[in-house]
């Protein structure tokens, strides 16, 4: 059905309009932390129009002689241990959730989705004090331990709902054949499951990389994670633009390719649980 | 015929066993790092500690009485209140124009939706940075556009309203691609059979838009609105880098209020308090997603 009428070419060209400005909207602060991390320092308050060659990539080198790329593999080390533990604990869980005979599946599902959605402060009070009188404030456990309450609901959730979706006959038959539980679940079960067991570690990676109240509360210098260490860069007199646009980027960028992967499937799981 | 009935039972009742063995690391994980949290988060929000003062081991209601009669905590509901439905409005709508203008985007300019689903992958801390840049009138490339056709744009973080603006600006950034994948989802369910048919029996756009898309929608602006409002509960780094409350008390929501009373005002059962009160809207909330979950799945 072809429309040539000017009420509609009017309609497109409002479309059109509509789409350009929403695009502005989602592309300029990308557009913009680009430029404020190659700005030279003299520059940096000026209207990029008045002096567009006043670039520089000293940005990027300053801040590798601060405390920041410290920072960054705290982020990465915390991120990538409680994913790792979350997984080794909660991948399992999720396969027996999945598959076993078990009363009390609802509550499980509502603790695990309430562990999900409340508020970090709850948990961050309880402990702040008991890290204090242990000596966990500013340890890497203590940041790893403290992760474990976002990444294991995340993770067992999720691969609850991957499992439920290999047959159980699959699971059977290997039981029938004479395979031990283990057997079935290392041969059988968790091969069925590797793209929501990849998707799983990921979004667990993920809230775990994102976090930045924990971190604010539980660490201090020797264990800042990256989202707090940025804070430096903004002091009572003055605030360091180009290291913040940099460290943005820094923050951003190792994620990208996780969230590529990720993307598809958070809708998946997400409109699944709504839509069935 | 008996014996092997009974071993088969036997086998079943080991296989049972191995399951609760394979659950068992994570359910000693989760008492561990979360009931026994939430535990101490509970008695402590009817206690009297004070992380100066310590504590003289009194426990009573009176941390939720003092609640009833707090006029900050209530400050703190409205402000919380204003940015998940401020939020939620501004994401759905941009959200829903952005997924029905790419649907009509084809061939090689479809790679341009990863322009619109960059912000999702941005760290909040970074989003509140940034957003904090664009808002700084000294700096920000926004004022300095208008400045050249002689329009002064306010300072918004200076103001009740503006700093609200401001942080619902900033949420709706990095967020306004999640509801956008939703609808994405949602609208490549619905069949262009129904809307046809629809043009058909003569219904104007409008009419179909009322009574067929947005029918077939609901259960995914439903879950968009639903999820916000959880992640407005938790809402921190945004106002903690942009605003830290202020101006005044005007952006300090009520996740952020107990931050204050607990870590700043050192009053660390009122603000256990309070995150009580968050934590039982939590479960409510929950409580109501697991049961739709539960209908899904059996």
């Given at each position: ?276 | ?95 829903s124009?952005?997924?029905v ?86 609208l490549?369910?619905i069949?262009?059979?129904l809307e046809?048919?629809a043009a058909?029996?003569?219904a104007t756009r409008v009419r179909t838009f009322i009574h067929i898309t947005l029918p077939l929608l ?81």
């Amino acid at each position: 059905m072809i429309d040539n009428s000017d009420a509609y070419r009017q309609k497109r060209r409002f479309g059109m309009a509509v789409m350009i400005l929403l695009l502005v909207f989602a592309a300029l602060p990308t557009v913009w932390v680009l430029i404020l991390s190659l700005r030279q320092p003299f520059a940096i308050f000026e209207p990029i129009w008045e002096s567009p060659l006043a670039l520089t990539l000293e940005n990027f080198f300053k801040i590798t002689r601060s405390d920041f790329p410290r920072a960054l593999l705290n982020s990465f080390a915390t991120a990538g241990l409680s994913t790792a533990f979350a997984m080794l604990v909660g991948v399992p869980a999720g396969f027996a959730l999945a598959k076993a005979r078990l009363a009390g599946k609802f509550m499980a599902s509502w603790v695990l989705l309430l562990l999900r959605m409340a508020p970090p402060v709850g948990f961050v009070i309880p402990l702040f004090l008991a890290y204090v009188n242990a000596g966990l404030i500013d340890t890497y456990t203590g940041l790893v331990f403290a992760y474990m309450t976002l990444t294991l609901p995340l993770v067992v959730w999720s691969m609850w709902n991957s499992f439920a979706q290999v047959p159980d006959e699959l699971i059977e038959a290997a039981i029938m054949d004479d395979a031990s539980l283990a057997q079935a679940f290392f041969l059988v079960a968790l091969p069925a499951a590797r793209p929501g067991a990849v998707a799983a570690a990921i979004l667990a990676f993920l809230v775990a990389w994102n976090d930045f109240f924990y971190a604010l509360i539980i660490t201090r210098s020797d264990t800042a994670t990256a989202p707090v260490a940025v804070m430096n860069f903004i002091s009572y007199d003055s605030v360091d633009w180009a290291s913040i646009a940099v460290a943005s980027i820094a923050l951003t960028l190792p994620i990208l390719p996780l969230m590529a992967i990720a993307n598809r499937y958070i809708v998946q799981s997400l409109s699944g649980a709504v839509k069935g | 015929m008996g014996n092997t009935l009974a071993a088969r039972r036997g086998a079943t009742y080991e296989l049972q066993q191995g399951y609760r063995l394979m659950m068992l690391p994570a359910v000693l994980a989760v008492v561990l790092f979360a009931i026994v949290p939430l535990a101490g988060m509970f008695a402590l929000a009817f206690s009297d500690y004070h992380l100066i003062r310590g504590t003289n081991w009194e426990f009573g209601w009176r941390n939720f009485v003092r609640m009833l009669s707090d006029k900050r905590l209530m400050n703190s509901v409205y402000v919380m209140a204003a940015l998940s439905v401020f939020g939620v409005i501004a994401q759905v709508l941009i959200g829903s124009a952005v997924a029905v203008g790419l649907q009509k985007i084809t061939g090689r300019w479809r790679v341009g939706r990863v322009l619109f689903l960059l912000p999702y992958a941005v760290p909040h801390v970074a989003v509140a940075l940034i957003w904090l840049s664009l808002f700084t009138p000294t700096l920000s490339p926004i004022n300095a556009f208008f400045d050249l056709f002689g329009v002064t744009v306010p300072a918004f973080l200076t103001s009740q309203w503006g700093a609200i603006f401001a942080i619902v600006v900033a949420d709706t950034w990095t967020n306004f691609p999640f509801a956008m994948l939703i609808i994405m989802a949602a609208l490549q369910g619905i069949s262009p059979d129904l809307e046809e048919a629809a043009a058909i029996d003569g219904a104007t756009r409008v009419r179909t838009f009322i009574h067929i898309t947005l029918p077939l929608l609901t259960p995914a602006l439903l879950m968009i609105t639903l999820f916000r409002f959880i992640d407005s509960l938790k809402h921190f780094p945004m106002i903690f880098v942009m605003t830290k409350g202020g101006p005044g008390r005007s952006t300090q929501a009520t996740n952020y209020y107990a931050y204050v009373q607990t870590f700043q005002n050192s009053n660390v059962a009122y603000g256990a308090a309070i995150a009580v009160m968050l934590f039982l809207t939590a479960a409510l909330i929950s409580y109501h997603v697991a049961k739709l979950n539960q209908r899904v799945t059996t």
